[in-house]
């Protein structure tokens, strides 16, 4: 079995842990990733072996790596990404040692890994556009209160978010994050992966009051299909490309 195969195979069980985690209350223990890097240490040592005698090679994991880490980070800092996500990113950054045999596009895996499941966690947005069309044509506006927001971020709501009875998102809070908030008495919308809530905005809201929100995807969930697919096949945008 090839170490690449075997880095593949830890990998995967560790992605398939944090997964169920996630999925079941979008909360990941730190040992996950810890596991996963105290079990490809043999594997990288063995591997550092054919880095250090191919120059190409390890400059390219150098800035698979430095690319990898500060996508994640940056990413997480601007609220685009969860800790966890973020950490999943770093970890398959440190592990995942550049295959020169994929197509260019595929050369730094972090990125690859990243574009592939930033493309599966659009599958959903057909499903919340339907949910909020078919509101519109039964219960008539989905902006009332917001008549002076801008029409770009209705527009990304619209198409990221939906409207849910308030005690139904306190119910649910790891499910969802609370896309608006009360701004001098008036309605305002927040647009991000993971919105930090002031206690003060919940306070002003009836429990049966319909307010926007936004979806906690399982976000490890779909790290683990790009990752899957990169180690396959790669970068979905350069197998596409190579498809036209």
Known sequence: MSPELVQFIVNLAGLTIASY????????????????????????????????????LLL????????????????YKF?????????????LSINEIPLLHKDPLSLLPP??????????????????????TLYLLTRGSLFKGFEKEDIKK???CF?????????????????????EFRENGEKRLKIGVRLEEEEGELNVI????????????????????????YFFWGNIVGLILTLI
């Open 154 to 156: 209705k527009i990304l």
């Open 21 to 56: 985690m996630d999925v079941k209350s979008r909360e990941i223990e730190d040992y996950v990733w810890y596991l996963m890097l105290i079990a490809s240490i043999p594997l990288l040592i063995f591997r550092f072996n054919t880095l250090i005698g191919n120059a190409p």
């Open 206 to 229: 009836d429990l049966k009051e319909e307010v926007w929100v936004s979806p906690l995807l399982p976000l490890i969930v779909f790290i683990e299909i790009g990752y899957i697919v």
């Open 79 to 91: 609220t685009l990404m969860g800790g966890a996500d973020a950490k999943a990113l770093i970890v």
């Open 111 to 132: 990125l690859s890994i990243f574009v592939n499941s930033t493309l599966f966690s659009l599958s959903v947005i057909p499903f919340i556009l339907a949910r909020n």
């Open 60 to 75: 390219l994991y150098l800035i698979s790596l430095v690319t990898g880490i500060s996508v994640a980070l940056i990413l």
């Open 159 to 179: 198409l990221t978010a939906y409207k849910v009875p308030f005690d139904t998102y306190l119910k649910n809070k790891y499910m969802y994050s609370l896309a």
